[in-house]
C-alpha cells in the first residue's frame, strides 16, 4: 500500500549545504573499537539526524490505530513531529506536523479522530490528504499564491509490513521489504504467529531516558549479554523457584543475527530459557506454530527474544512489546512503547499479555526500570573528556559469525557483540553517504 | 479485566456537616502519612499490609487529546497502563526490590511523599469511603538526578474486622502525558 505523494511539488530554496565529518575515525570494527564520542557530540547528531534518519524506513505506528476515515496518530520521524493519518479513501498517509505557513504544530493531539488538521495561529487548514483546502484572508496573498503547492509535506514512501507502518522522506529509499531485508524473516516470529496478524491494544507508553538513542537500539539488537546481571532481580522473582535461574539457562544456548542493513536480533534455543506468560504460553498450539513458522523460528526467535530494526525501532516477542526509541538531542531519548497481541488470542489472553507486559517493560517494569539505569549512567560519563572519548569494547563473539545451517543470514553465539558491530557498521556508511537530499547542490 | 475507577463527583459538593466528618478525615489523613512515611523509608512490605486482599491498584496513561474528545484522554481499563496490579503482582515487584540485585534503586533513591487535597466521601458500599488526594512525589537519584511526580490518586477504602482502615482500590492519575523520568522505581 505505498502511497505516492499527490500534491504539486512545493516551492523551494536553494538548499544551504552543511558540513560533513567522516565518522570512520570514531570506529574501528575489524578491531571491535568504538568511541564514545559518537554518543555525545552535538555536531554528530544533527549529522544522524540529515543522513541516518532522514533517508531511512523509519516506524511510525501499527494499522490496528487507524480504523476509520479521519482517525490519526502523531508521533515523530528523528526530531521531526509527524501526523498518520487515515484518508477518505482509506490509505494511510503521514505529513510533517508543521504548518507550511509558519511552522506550528497543527496538530498537537496524540490520536483521535478528525476531519482537518486546522493551524491554530493563522487558521490555515489541511485536510487528510494534508492539502491547504482553507486560508483566511486569502484574499491578501498575491496572484500566484497557489494553495494546491502548500499542502502539508509528505513523507515520499509509506509502506506496512505485517501490521506495522514504516515511512522514510526518502524517494530513493528501496521498498521496505528490501529495506527490511533478512529480518522479516526474524520479525515474522513476532508478527505472523496468527494468520490474522496481530494488533496494538489502546495506550501508548511514552518515556523519556537520558541517554543517546543507539544505546537502546544498539543494546535490544545485540545485548542478551546484560540479562543476567542488569537483569538479575527480575529473573529472581520469575524463577520457579524464586532464587534465580539454573546455571543452565544463564548459560544457556542461543543465536545472534547480525543484518547488513544494521538490523539485529537475539535468542535463547535452551527449551527452558523463556520468560513467556503462563496464561499466554497455554494458549499456543506450538505444534501449529511448528507448521507455520518452522521449527528453527518457534525454538528460537520466537523464544525470549529481543531485536532491532535499524535505526530505531525495537521489539521483545514473548513480551509483545514494540517501541520506537525517538532521539530527543545526542543525550536524551523518548520512548514511545505499543502492547501488541495476535488478533485471534481470547480477550483473556489479550489482558494477560497487557498485564504481563506492563509489569515487566514499560517504565515500571521490572526488567526496564534498571534498563534506564544503565543508559543514564553510560551516558553521563560520556560527558567527560578521558571517559568520553574512550574506546568501548566490542569484540565479544569476534570471529565466531557465519551462517549456522538453521537460521537464514550471519548468526553468532547468543552472547555476541556482533550485531552491534554490523549497527554500528551501517550507522558508519549512512553517516558516510551524502543523503538523497544533498545531491542537489548547486 | 479491571473495573472502572470510582467516580469523584460525589466530592464537588461543600461540606455540610463538619462534626460528621471530622473523625474520618483525620484517620485518612492519618493513614496517608503514615502511608508516605513507610514508602519514603521503603518499608515496600509494610506499606502492602495497607491493602485489601481484593486490591486494584491502577495508573492509566493520560493522552492529550481534542477538547471534544477529552473523555477519552484518560486511559479506560484494559487499556496499556503504567501500573494495573493485585497484591500479588504488587508483591512481586517488592520482592524484586528485596532480591538485593534491583540496580535501579541500589544505591536506593531519596523520596518525598507529599499527600494533601484530602476529600472524603461515602462510598458506594455500605462501610466504604471514597478518599481522593493529590501527591506530589519527589524522586532524588544519585548525585544530581531529580524526577517529580505529580497527580491525584482515588481511593477506596474499607475496614478490616478490626476496624483499621485498608485501601482496596486506588486509581492514580499522574499528571503527565510523558512520563518525565527514565522510571518509576517507587510506588504512588
Known amino acids: 500500500m505505498t502511497s505516492t505523494p499527490a500534491l504539486p511539488e512545493a516551492p523551494r530554496l536553494a538548499r544551504v549545504p552543511e558540513p560533513a565529518v567522516d565518522v570512520g575515525a570514531y570506529l574501528d570494527l575489524d ?37 476509520k476515515p479521519g482517525d490519526f496518530f502523531t508521533t515523530y520521524m528523528g526530531e ?72 502539508l509535506t509528505q513523507v515520499a514512501q509509506l509502506d506496512t509490513y505485517k501490521g506495522l507502518v514504516f515511512a522514510t522522506w526518502n524517494p530513493e529509499a528501496p521498498p521496505l521489504v528490501e529495506a527490511l531485508g533478512g529480518m522479516a524473516w526474524y520479525m515474522d516470529a513476532m508478527l505472523d504467529r496468527d494468520p490474522e496478524g496481530t494488533e496494538a491494544l489502546d495506550g501508548v507508553h511514552k518515556w523519556v531516558l537520558e541517554g543517546n538513542w543507539k544505546l537502546a537500539a544498539e543494546q535490544f539488537a545485540s545485548d542478551w549479554y546484560h540479562v543476567n546481571i542488569s537483569h538479575a532481580s527480575a529473573l529472581m522473582v520469575m524463577s520457579p523457584s524464586g532464587k534465580g535461574p539454573k546455571a543452565e539457562i544463564v548459560q544457556t544456548p542461543g543465536r545472534q543475527y547480525t543484518d547488513p542493513l544494521g538490523h539485529g536480533a537475539g535468542f535463547p534455543t535452551h527449551p527452558k530459557s523463556r520468560f513467556d506468560d503462563r496464561v499466554v504460553h497455554g494458549y499456543y498450539d506450538y505444534g501449529a506454530l511448528r507448521e507455520r513458522l518452522g521449527d528453527a523460528r518457534v525454538e528460537g526467535p520466537m523464544t525470549t527474544g529481543h531485536a532491532t530494526v535499524f535505526p530505531n525501532f525495537s521489539y521483545l516477542p514473548v513480551f509483545g512489546s514494540i517501541r ?114 544533498e545531491k542537489d547542490t548547486p | 479485566m479491571t473495573t472502572h475507577p470510582p467516580e469523584p463527583a460525589v466530592m464537588d459538593t461543600a461540606p455540610v456537616s463538619i462534626d460528621s466528618e471530622i473523625r474520618i478525615h483525620f484517620e485518612v489523613q492519618r493513614l496517608y502519612a503514615y502511608e508516605a512515611r513507610l514508602l519514603d523509608q521503603h518499608r515496600y512490605a509494610d506499606w502492602l499490609e495497607l491493602f485489601t486482599e481484593d486490591l486494584h491498584y491502577w495508573a492509566p496513561v493520560r493522552t492529550n487529546r481534542l477538547r471534544r474528545q477529552q473523555s477519552l484522554a484518560d486511559g479506560a481499563p484494559g487499556e496499556v497502563g503504567i501500573f494495573d496490579e493485585t497484591k500479588a503482582s504488587l508483591a512481586w515487584r517488592i520482592r524484586r526490590f528485596d532480591s538485593g540485585m534491583a540496580w535501579a534503586e541500589d544505591p536506593p533513591s531519596r523520596t518525598r511523599h507529599l499527600i494533601t487535597n484530602v476529600l472524603v466521601a461515602p462510598g458506594d458500599e455500605p462501610g466504604e469511603h471514597i478518599a481522593e488526594s493529590a501527591f506530589l512525589c519527589y524522586r532524588n537519584r544519585l548525585e544530581r538526578e531529580v524526577d517529580l511526580y505529580a497527580g491525584c490518586r482515588t481511593d477506596v477504602l474499607r475496614r478490616d474486622p478490626d476496624g483499621m482502615l485498608l485501601i482496596a482500590r486506588r486509581t492514580i492519575l499522574l499528571d503527565q502525558n510523558v512520563l518525565l523520568a527514565k522510571n518509576i522505581s517507587t510506588f504512588l
Open chain 1, 31 to 67: 578491531r571491535g573499537l568504538v568511541d564514545r564520542r559518537i554518543l555525545s557530540d552535538q555536531a554528530l547528531y544533527r549529522q544522524e539526524l540529515r543522513r541516518v534518519f532522514a533517508p531511512s524506513w523509519l516506524f511510525l505506528a501499527h494499522e490496528s490505530q487507524f480504523r
Open chain 1, 80 to 151: 521531526d513531529p509527524v501526523i498518520v493519518a487515515m484518508g477518505r479513501d482509506r490509505k494511510l498517509r503521514a505529513f510533517l506536523n508543521a504548518c507550511r505557513h509558519r511552522g506550528m504544530r497543527v496538530c498537537r493531539a496524540d490520536t483521535g479522530a478528525t476531519k482537518a488538521f486546522t493551524c491554530s495561529y493563522h487558521g490555515w487548514s489541511y485536510d487528510l490528504a494534508g492539502e491547504l483546502v482553507n486560508v483566511p484572508n486569502g484574499e491578501d496573498y498575491p496572484a500566484h499564491f497557489d494553495r494546491r503547492e502548500w499542502g
Open chain 1, 324 to 437: 520506537v526509541w525517538h532521539p530527543k538531542g545526542p543525550d536524551r531519548i523518548e520512548v514511545h512503547a505499543w502492547t501488541i497481541v495476535d488478533r485471534s488470542m481470547p480477550d483473556e489472553v489479550k489482558d494477560a499479555q497487557r498485564l504481563y507486559n506492563l509489569r515487566t517493560f514499560g517504565p515500571s517494569g521490572i526488567f526496564e526500570q534498571d534498563d534506564g539505569e544503565n543508559w543514564s549512567e553510560c551516558q553521563s560519563t560520556a560527558r567527560g573528556f578521558m571517559a568520553g572519548s574512550m574506546a568501548l569494547n566490542y569484540q565479544m563473539g569476534m570471529g565466531l559469525q557465519a551462517e549456522d545451517g538453521v537460521h537464514p543470514g550471519t548468526t553468532g553465539r547468543l552472547y555476541s557483540d556482533g550485531a552491534a558491530r554490523g549497527f554500528y557498521a551501517r550507522w558508519r556508511d549512512l553517516m558516510n553517504t551524502p543523503a538523497w537530499h
